[in-house]
């Protein structure tokens, strides 16, 4: 299938030395003994805690409260004590308040009571009440998104999940596609869209099967195959992808009237409305060295140790541990970290796999610039990024980078081009405020 973008990555072609999935639709649920939830897990303000240790909380109910501010409520992820609220090491430099939950196992589920009309203020007001955020990664609150000032013409919902070896989103999509439609209904009614389009890379070929069966419920939805390259499910791609229009550079797919929203986000604003159930756990690939990698339903705030024991341990020395996808995903320096509605993802890496990346002098091969999906410079941006060079940056259209990492990739001199490039945008933004 011819690609709809300039350069990216095939990992069909060339694949990672590392283990994914070999049965990705049957999805294994976990429970811990305790949970460790975040008040942070969410662009926006911290939330508010709202309990105190030794009181008893319901699996759903609200731990911690937004309030006004740009966020997202937390809520139980399990039912049982509240043992402590306390700052713990995320393993990304940084302390994080954390309500401290013992798991009873009873999963005693908080009050719920589903809405008689789905009207949009009904929706938005669900979704903001559930927590729900945007599940593909960027963790911007749903209810917000659903209410943009720009008239939307269309939605496109994105069930690419390009980043290699996760299948969190196709596991969703084969065994809730009845809630996938459901969702897809919702947001549609939220936006007053004319139409959605339902986007499935092209190697997730029994999830478009399930969903263009569903699908034939729904007149203003089609279903569409694109090609498995990454970066296909970034906005900018995808949009290429199924309307053939690029996205301006400093523009957002509302510009276009475009309403972008991930699969499993969408299932989410289904569980808000028809179920009244908050968001407390997601699907997480656990793949990479680890002996069984598997899709696990998790409670949010269940520590990365626990799902990486969950797998049968780590094969071989651990050398590193990625949550999120391989190429735009974060490493983490604790296993003691707990995992939240960004983590799609969790990447095991043992010695052996983990490639020596002690940056070497460029050889200007160009290999950076054939992968570009942006059709940047990526070798000459990180020259000018080291050299806090920014009206270089600027000429070089820094902005336009949207951090894939294709090109520290396939660097044969493992320099760290997408890192440096990125510190280059916030430099210029910042020297330009």
């Keep these: 299938m011819k690609k709809t973008f300039n350069g990216g990555i095939d990992f069909h072609e060339t694949p990672l030395a590392l283990k994914g999935l070999a049965d990705y639709k049957n999805v294994r649920t976990i429970a811990p003994k ?24 319901l699996l759903g109910q609200k731990i911690a409260d937004i309030g006004d501010n740009l966020g997202a409520h937390v809520h139980a992820s399990v039912s049982g004590t509240v043992r402590a609220i306390e700052k713990r090491d995320q393993g990304q430099g940084e302390a994080l308040t954390c309500v401290v939950i013992e798991n009873d196992f009873h999963d005693q589920l908080a009050e719920q009571t589903v809405p008689e009309t789905f009207d949009r203020e009904t929706i938005l007001a669900q979704v903001s009440a559930a927590g729900v955020v945007g599940l593909g990664g960027a963790t911007f609150p749903s209810h917000v998104k ?28 084969v065994n809730d596609g009845e809630k996938l439609l459901g969702g ?72 276009l009237g475009i309403l972008m929203i991930n699969v499993a986000t969408t299932v989410a604003v289904y569980d808000a ?47 590193r541990v990625i949550v999120g996808g391989f190429m735009m995903g974060k490493s983490i320096d604790t296993l003691h970290a707990s995992l939240t509605k960004a983590a799609n993802g969790l990447i095991v890496i043992n010695k052996a796999h983990d490639q020596d990346r002690t940056p070497k002098p460029c050889i200007k091969c160009a290999r950076c610039v054939a992968v570009c999906p942006m059709r940047l410079l990526p070798l000459w ?30 660097c044969p001199a493992r320099r760290h081009l997408a890192e440096h490039i990125v510190a280059g945008q916030k430099e210029v933004k910042q020297h330009a405020d």
């Design 273 to 319: 409305l028809h179920l009244d159930r908050a968001l407390s756990h997601r699907i997480c690939s656990v793949v990479g060295d680890v002996k069984m990698p598997q899709n696990i339903l998790f409670p949010l705030g269940t520590t990365a140790e626990e799902l990486i024991a969950a797998c049968g341990g780590v094969e071989g020395q651990l050398s």
């Design 184 to 255: 897809i209904q919702l947001v549609l009614a939220a936006v007053a869209a004319k139409r959605g389009v339902l986007a499935i890379e092209s190697d997730k070929q029994e999830a478009l099967a399930v969903m263009r069966v569903f699908a034939q419920a729904e007149p203003r939805l089609t279903v569409v195959e694109v090609p498995s390259v990454y970066p296909q499910g970034a906005s900018e791609m995808l949009i290429k992808a199924v309307t053939g229009k690029e996205l301006p550079l400093g523009a957002s797919a509302r510009d």
């Design 146 to 173: 659903l209410d943009p000032a720009e008239q939307v013409e269309w939605c496109i919902f994105n069930g690419a999940e390009c980043e290699p070896l996760l299948m969190a989103d196709a596991a969703l999509m």
């Design 34 to 57: 305790k949970v460790y939830l975040p008040v942070q897990q969410h662009i926006g303000d911290a939330a508010e805690v709202v309990v105190s240790p030794g009181e008893h909380v």
């Design 381 to 410: 941006l990180e020259k000018a990024a080291l050299k806090n060079d920014h009206t270089r940056l600027q000429k070089l259209r820094v902005a336009a980078c949207i951090n894939c990492g294709c090109c520290t990739t396939v």
